[in-house]
């Protein structure tokens, strides 16, 4: 895995992170499934028909998936404002990843644009980087268009827009993310693509879905752009000790 990422990171100038997963559990503390069923209830008070199988939905984008495609732009906006404000609400208790940190910091020091692109909302994002001090090393932060489900990933516009914001080439340009709308976004944009498997079912699904690499932790990433700095550094003092 090492020498893989070391190979991939050669050809990389930029590095675009998924932001539940590789950077944070943004709902460890208020669950998922919790906001879901607050987004299914607010369906039902509203008294918007929803199929059985939306009530027992654990995934609050999924819920927001659905109410899109409804048509009704109206409780689609209700829905998007709540899952907006549950979203800044769970970073206020989100679980950083092991790693997560490191790889943003190694990445800037070897000199490498970091940009979140999320299906979370930009202000949750942009919410938890201020609080744990990293919004110096992060921009852009691309989140999911509002009230706009059908934008969110695996549609590759988000993930295209942030090379284009960055100026990079997509084939230099990296993904990673930790679910299946990741690797199939980042292919269509034609990034490279990391997923991150946190959990075992995801790596087969993952090598299967085309991903470049197949990691089970971010640490591995953290350590290969160490020593991308640790080999710049060396070939600097090389270079200043032949003048």
Same mark, same amino acid.
């Given at each position: 895995?090492?020498a893989?990422?070391d190979?991939l990171?050669?050809?990389v100038?930029?590095?675009?992170l998924?932001?539940?997963?590789?950077?944070?559990?943004?709902f460890?503390g208020?669950p998922?499934?919790?906001?879901a069923a607050?987004?299914?209830?607010l369906?039902?008070?509203?008294r918007v028909?929803?199929?059985g199988?939306?009530?027992?939905?654990?995934d609050p984008?999924?819920?927001?998936?659905?109410?899109g495609?409804?048509g009704?732009?109206s409780i689609m906006?209700i829905?998007?404002?709540?899952?907006c404000?549950a979203?800044?609400r769970?970073?206020?208790?989100a679980a950083?990843?092991?790693?997560?940190r490191?790889?943003i910091?190694a990445?800037?020091?070897?000199?490498?644009p970091v940009a979140?692109?999320?299906n979370?909302?930009?202000?949750a994002?942009?919410?938890?980087?201020a609080?744990h001090?990293?919004?110096?090393?992060?921009?852009?932060?691309?989140?999911?268009a509002?009230?706009?489900?059908?934008?969110?990933?695996p549609n @590759?516009e988000?993930i /295209?827009?942030?090379v &284009?914001?960055?100026?990079?080439?997509?084939?230099? +340009?990296?993904?990673? !993310?930790?679910?299946?709308s990741d690797i199939d976004?980042?292919?269509?944009?034609?990034?490279?693509?990391?997923?991150?498997?946190?959990r075992?079912p995801?790596?087969?699904?993952?090598?299967?879905?085309?991903?470049d690499?197949?990691?089970t932790?971010?640490g @591995?990433?953290?350590? /290969?752009?160490?020593r &991308?700095c640790?080999?710049a550094?060396?070939?600097? +003092?090389?270079g200043? !000790?032949?003048r």
């Amino acid at each position: 895995m090492s020498a893989d990422l070391d190979r991939l990171f050669a050809d990389v100038d930029v590095i675009l992170l998924d932001f539940d997963g590789p950077v944070c559990g943004i709902f460890a503390g208020y669950p998922a499934h919790d906001v879901a069923a607050e987004l299914v209830e607010l369906l039902h008070q509203h008294r918007v028909e929803v199929p059985g199988s939306l009530a027992s939905e654990t995934d609050p984008l999924e819920v927001l998936r659905w109410t899109g495609s409804t048509g009704n732009q109206s409780i689609m906006r209700i829905v998007e404002d709540a899952l907006c404000e549950a979203e800044r609400r769970a970073v206020q208790t989100a679980a950083p990843t092991p790693y997560g940190r490191e790889v943003i910091v190694a990445a800037r020091q070897a000199g490498l644009p970091v940009a979140v692109v999320s299906n979370n909302s930009a202000g949750a994002v942009a919410a938890y980087l201020a609080a744990h001090r990293l919004t110096g090393h992060v921009t852009p932060v691309i989140g999911r268009a509002y009230a706009e489900p059908e934008r969110m990933k695996p549609n @590759p516009e988000p993930i /295209t827009r942030a090379v &284009r914001m960055l100026g990079a080439a997509p084939g230099r +340009s990296v993904l990673v !993310g930790d679910s299946l709308s990741d690797i199939d976004g980042g292919k269509a944009a034609g990034v490279r693509v990391i997923g991150y498997a946190n959990r075992p079912p995801k790596v087969d699904a993952f090598r299967k879905a085309g991903a470049d690499v197949v990691i089970t932790s971010m640490g @591995p990433i953290a350590e /290969t752009l160490v020593r &991308r700095c640790e080999q710049a550094d060396a070939q600097e +003092s090389l270079g200043r !000790g032949g003048r």
